[in-house]
């Protein structure tokens, strides 16, 4: 079944002579044990796209289903259960409270969301992989662009979400730490069997992915090229 | 309440200068009530000492004790139950060597009547001879001692202090209490008064005279001179400093509020329930406002031990518990004027693509 699927999703914003319209006819989809990554230059639409498919936005025509289940018509009580239990997000910016040190992001995840987060040892491999078990004490403001970015990834995996949703999770990163999350999110698209979207610019990444998408002035195409490689390596 | 916490820890100087706003404003309210009733109180202090329920004054007096006369042919158409008791009373000025002089109420009352049996003395004891005199607390703390000969207005005779006692005044005058043989020869009028009035523990004495009539005593008090006036200014005084105060502190919180907009928005984000960060606003106001309260309070307390004696301050503590709630009651409502903001925060234009 598939996960994730936008069908002919429109989006405009403001009216009359201001009015932009940032998404045209995006039809897209994911599934569980995918790792999908979504290119596009900046202010190609990726992340109204990225917000729209994890329901925290409207669209102005289209739906978005997820497992099945319309998000266009779910209550605001529903999609915010969902956003807690079912999709971890992983925003361009500002993902942690500034007031908390980065345990305690973790705290208040364990406090409203009292089951079904990662136990001890996938929460200490987590923060391993990531590279950020000597951050523990520290506020989001002590951290750097990278830091933050790796703990917002953290936060969003902390919950064992079926569905991640990122945006530019790797834009701060170095190299190294790009292969290493690029994997880890191969990994757990894979082992874990969860449906990934990735929305950037970071060429880097696209060696990880299962299928590419792109993402030019708000018109989405599927790189298919790609996809055929794949699954020709795979299959050899 | 875990959010609510960790956020004041972080942001101490923000939240440590609200609290600090708090504590002025519950400290003004408070001193401000105290003093007040304190006023009030050193107005009404000794007609509350006599737990009496009614008055008997001169109909022509405009229920005035120092313009009421019974004579001693009106007395004779009272009938006194051991509950009613004479007073007469003058203003006096009294002075002795070495001490400032006071403008003081002499009461004169009889040995055999209530209002003497029931005094109680803080030191010395009550008047037994002729010029004798027991005096409010306020002659003690300007320096009179017990057997001092105080002088009164003009007059040849001196009177001895032989006892003092709390809470006798009367129209912000402290009171001598002597005996009314003396009040008589104060007055010059030789035995043709009886009284000014007589008060009584009754709802009603027991007359048949024309001349006289019964006032029920909250009537009478609010007829002091002065004391009505003085008592509704300071109330709308302290009425508009809460409500004032009350806005100014709904205003302050929910500025606070509005400036967390974007850490709502990633929470919101995230997924986290409204109603977490419902409870956690109104957990952070009530917490500041309780935090400010009980500083106020403290320094309130401290102000009372500090101050000196001859300023009168009463603390009524279930009114000034009010006055608590309503700073918390306020406060509530003021970090939920934003709910609906809060609410509506759409985390995509806070956070950004
Ligand atoms: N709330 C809004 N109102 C008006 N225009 C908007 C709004 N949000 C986004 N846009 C516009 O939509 C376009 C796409 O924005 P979006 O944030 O999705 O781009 P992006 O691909 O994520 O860019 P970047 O790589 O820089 O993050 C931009 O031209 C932007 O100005
Ligand atoms: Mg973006």
New interface residues.
């Given amino acids: 079944m598939t996960t994730i699927k936008l069908t002919n999703i429109n989006k405009t914003f403001g009216k009359g002579l201001s009015k932009v319209h940032v998404l045209h006819d995006i039809n897209f989809e994911a599934n569980k044990g995918e790792l999908i990554l979504v290119l596009g230059p900046s202010g190609s639409g990726k992340s109204t796209f990225l917000t729209i498919t994890g329901g925290l936005q409207t669209p102005t025509s289209g739906t978005v289903e997820l497992n099945g289940k319309s998000l266009t018509s779910a209550s605001k009580k529903d999609l915010e259960k969902l956003r807690l239990d079912k999709i971890g997000f992983v925003l361009q910016s500002y993902n942690l409270l500034p007031y908390l040190n980065v345990r305690e992001q973790f705290q208040l995840v364990d406090r409203v969301k009292k089951q079904g987060n990662l136990d001890k040892k996938r929460f200490d491999d987590l923060i391993m992989t990531l590279g950020i078990e000597d951050l523990l004490h520290k506020y989001p403001s002590e951290l750097s662009g990278g830091q933050n970015q790796r703990v917002a990834i953290a936060r969003a995996l902390y919950t064992d979400p079926e569905i991640i949703l990122a945006d530019e999770p790797t834009a701060a990163l170095d190299s190294d730490r790009v292969a290493e999350v690029g994997k880890m999110l191969q990994e757990l698209a894979k082992e874990k069997n969860k449906a990934i979207v990735v929305v950037t610019h970071d060429l880097r990444l696209q060696n990880y992915a299962d299928r590419i998408y792109h993402i030019i002035d708000g018109k989405m195409t599927e790189d298919k090229a790609t996809t055929e490689t794949k699954e020709a390596t795979e299959q050899k | 309440m875990?959010?609510a916490i960790?956020?004041i820890?972080?942001?101490k100087l923000r939240y440590g200068l609200i609290i600090g706003m708090i504590v002025l404003i519950s400290y003004l309210i408070f001193v401000l009530t105290s003093l007040a009733l304190g006023l009030a109180n050193s107005n009404t202090d000794a007609i509350k000492s006599w737990n009496a329920q009614s008055i008997v004054l001169n109909k022509d007096s405009n229920i005035s004790l120092g313009q009421s006369i019974i004579t001693e042919d009106q007395a004779k158409n009272i009938k006194l139950s051991s509950k009613d008791a004479y007073i007469g009373q003058s203003s006096v000025v009294a002075k002795s060597k070495g001490v400032d002089q006071i403008s003081a109420t002499y009461l004169g009352i009889d040995k055999d009547q209530y209002l003497y049996k029931d005094l109680k003395l803080t030191s010395g004891h009550k008047a037994t001879k002729a010029h004798e005199v027991v005096a409010d607390e306020k002659f003690e703390q300007s320096g009179y001692k017990l057997g001092d000969k105080i002088k009164l207005n003009s007059l040849k005779d001196k009177y001895t202090i032989v006892g003092f006692t709390k809470n006798a005044k009367i129209n912000v005058a402290p009171i001598l209490y002597g005996r009314i043989s003396d009040w008589q020869e104060i007055k010059g009028m030789g035995t043709t008064l009886a009284a000014s009035a007589v008060v009584s523990q009754n709802q009603k004495t027991d007359f048949s005279d024309a001349n006289l009539k019964n006032y029920p005593i909250q009537k009478f008090i609010d007829k002091l001179p002065g004391y009505s006036a003085q008592n509704s200014t300071f109330t709308f005084m302290i009425a508009f400093l809460m409500i004032i105060s009350l806005i100014v502190i709904a205003v302050f919180l929910y500025i606070l509020t509005i400036q967390k907009i974007?850490?709502y928005?990633?929470?919101?984000?995230?997924?986290?329930?409204?109603k977490?960060l419902i409870k956690t606003t109104i957990a952070q106001s009530v917490i500041l406002v309780i935090s400010g309260l009980v500083i106020g309070t403290i320094l309130t307390i401290l102000t009372a031990i500090g101050i000196p004696t001859s300023v009168p301050m009463s603390f009524n503590i279930p009114l000034l518990s009010l006055v608590a709630i309503g700073l918390v009651l306020t406060s509530i409502l003021g970090s939920l004027v934003p709910i609906r903001t809060i609410l509506k925060v759409?985390?995509?234009e806070?956070?950004?693509?």
Avoid: S, T
């Fill in positions: 875990f959010l960790k956020e820890k972080h942001e974007p850490n928005a990633v929470l919101r984000a995230q997924g986290i329930p409204a977490v759409d985390p995509v806070v956070i950004g693509g």
